[in-house]
């Protein structure tokens, strides 16, 4: 029994025909996982209901339900998921008419327990052995550095039923590789449905640009007049709402790539995941007219907003900004023929190319804090304002101990041998907020060469200064910091886009940004050199897919600390093979007679 829709009471496959298929092939033996990516009112959600029902009567098992968070879990058990068992005669039977057993959190049956949790709450995720499990607008789950995503960890629960539990992803799509883009991306076999036109009787599959309206109109004539129309590819008839829900009912499933219908393909391919596609245009609940009215409207005011809603809730479909992105191509065509760890040597200089000329300035390091280790950087800048700098070293450190042993006890060599050492550090101590109290005193016994940072969002100041005299203890007492230290707050607008900026000139030009000779080590480097880009709309650096980005966060901060300690300005060495400035060779001075000497004495 259908209950939070339009066209409550019994489920009619007729109204959504499409959903027939969705449920069909959740429990066809071999499929394991099944993705929906969807426009918002579809009958999807319901869909995915019929077949727990199903489950509960015809193979139980325990059933998790997750939501994006504990308000609209507790809402979809009070408002769907225990009216469908009350006005269900079938599945009335296996309630157990205590009150306490049906909880808006857990719902207790005669041989199953259904549970409802949400992202954010591992403990709601964890400690169940589930058969069947819902991830419910999975790209709107919050996430947690703490824990592992609520995907992961819902999906370990239905280890122990093995082969037997089965997992629905259902969601409307947000942006390139959303975790509901990944797993429709990722199934074995990804269906789209195929409609057949009422007139022709000519299969098709329907697209966004053959939805059309009446020309010299306004989206609001549209809506309220229903004067969309979809144009039928083969013989260009006009479909009303009507038609296209003709259409619908007489469609098929076809597997994207191998065109078969969907019980073949799943009888000859026999796949474990399966994805479905469910746009706008093939559901009852959203009307032509409404979808016209909306790609006029964004034609005749273009808005990232409305192109954002066309494409994630009309086109179910991801959202990728057309923003200036790198890749990590390019971030590895920055690589020299140093050997990692290695300092850039001096140039020749001279006529005959006896005399030397240092390039390296300082050798700085930049750390990011993370819960379990420390990301670090060192590099090597070079002298005056847009020199070059050189990747000297990039890696892990399990603890602050390995750090000093990198920083201030480690040689860096350059091609004659010569030895360098950091210069000095700097630090984010606001990343994890359990290892603030630690990087302040890793930050008070290193002063002067560590520095502890945040990154802000201030465009007015490249650094501003904040004193510490206290960090939290173990049990948030307040603990003095001896002689107390500066918290550097970073402007992460300005450092970020100069580090932006030296990424984007080309190998060899003035100001190059190289990378050590090893590109194998730095495949991880480059994926998070690149998970960042700048946001016009937000007017701030954006990390749209949630990427790691340990080194762009290392280098950005690298940028400030060389600003920071002023190295453009560091005045470079003489160059020479003895690198020192010679002495002024003194010129001969013609002899003088008596009387010369006697004039000059008088007019002295």
Request: one cysteine or more; hydrophobic letters at 35%; proline letters at 7%.
């Amino acid at each position: 029994m259908v209950h939070e829709s339009s066209r409550k009471g019994p489920w009619r496959n007729l109204v959504t025909p499409y959903s027939v298929g969705i449920m069909d092939a959740a429990f066809y033996p071999s499929v394991r996982v099944e993705s929906i990516i969807k426009c918002p009112q579809s009958g999807a959600t319901e869909a995915v209901h019929n077949c727990v029902g199903y489950t509960i009567d015809r193979a139980p098992g325990p059933v998790l339900y997750v939501y994006p968070d504990e308000a609209t879990a507790r809402e979809n058990a009070q408002d769907r998921i225990i009216p469908m068992l009350r006005s269900s005669p079938r599945l009335r039977e296996y309630l157990t008419g205590t009150s306490d057993d049906m909880g808006s959190l857990r719902i207790k049956m005669s041989h199953l327990t259904i549970y409802m949790a949400w992202s954010g709450s591992a403990a709601r995720l964890g400690n169940k052995p589930i058969r069947y499990l819902v991830l419910d607008e999975l790209d709107k789950y919050q996430g947690t550095k703490r824990e592992a995503a609520a995907e992961a960890l819902a999906e370990k629960r239905v280890i122990t039923w093995g082969s037997r539990a089965i997992i629905w992803k259902l969601s409307t799509p947000t942006v390139v590789d959303g975790p509901i883009d990944r797993a429709f991306k990722t199934s074995e076999a990804r269906f789209r449905f195929h409609v057949v036109c009422p007139h022709c009787g000519c299969e098709l599959l329907m697209d966004f640009e053959h939805i059309g309206w009446p020309e010299k109109t306004d989206p609001v004539k549209i809506r309220s007049r229903s004067l969309g129309f979809y144009e039928c590819q083969h013989c260009h008839a006009h479909w009303i709402d009507a038609d296209r829900d003709l259409a619908v009912r007489s469609g098929l499933w076809r597997e994207e790539a191998s065109g078969l219908t969907l019980q073949d393909h799943l009888e000859q391919h026999r796949p474990i995941s399966v994805g479905f596609h469910v746009p706008a245009w093939i559901s009852p609940f959203v009307s032509l007219s409404e979808i016209a009215s909306k790609a006029l409207e964004y034609q005749l005011s273009p808005n990232l907003e409305l192109l954002k809603d066309l494409q994630n809730n009309y086109r179910a479909e991801p959202w990728e900004a057309e923003f200036e992105r790198r890749d990590e191509d390019s971030i590895l065509a920055l690589c020299d023929d140093r050997p990692r760890g290695a300092i850039p040597g001096p140039v020749q200089t001279g006529k005959n190319g006896d005399g030397k000329q240092e390039r390296v300035a300082a050798v700085l390091a930049a750390v990011d804090t993370q819960l379990r280790y420390f990301r670090y950087v060192i590099r090597a800048f070079g002298y005056g304002e847009g020199a070059e700098s050189w990747l000297v070293q990039e890696g892990v450190a399990p603890n602050l101990q390995a750090l000093d042993d990198l920083f201030w006890r480690s040689e860096y060599r350059d091609v004659l041998g010569r030895p360098f050492r950091v210069r000095a550090c700097i630090i984010d101590a606001m990343g994890e907020p359990q290892r603030t109290a630690e990087v302040y005193a890793w930050a008070a016994r290193n002063r002067g060469r560590v520095f502890p940072a945040q990154g802000v969002h201030a465009p007015a100041t490249p650094v501003s200064y904040a004193p510490q005299e206290y960090f939290p203890g173990p049990r948030g007492e307040r603990l003095r910091i001896p002689g107390g230290i500066l918290l550097h707050r970073i402007d992460t607008t300005l450092f970020k886009g100069t580090l932006a900026n030296r990424l984007a000139i080309s190998p060899g030009d003035p100001g190059t940004f190289w990378l050590h000779g090893d590109p194998d080590s730095l495949q991880a480097y480059a994926k998070e050199m690149c998970a960042e880009v700048w946001n016009p709309e937000k007017n701030l650096w954006d990390n749209p897919h949630g990427r790691a980005n340990h080194a762009w966060d290392c280098e950005y901060l690298l940028q400030a600390l060389a600003w920071m300690l002023n190295v453009a300005k560091k005045q470079r060495p003489w160059a020479t093979k003895t690198a020192k400035p010679p002495r002024p060779v003194p010129r001969p001075q013609p002899a003088r007679s008596a009387a010369d000497k006697l004039g000059s004495f008088l007019r002295r």
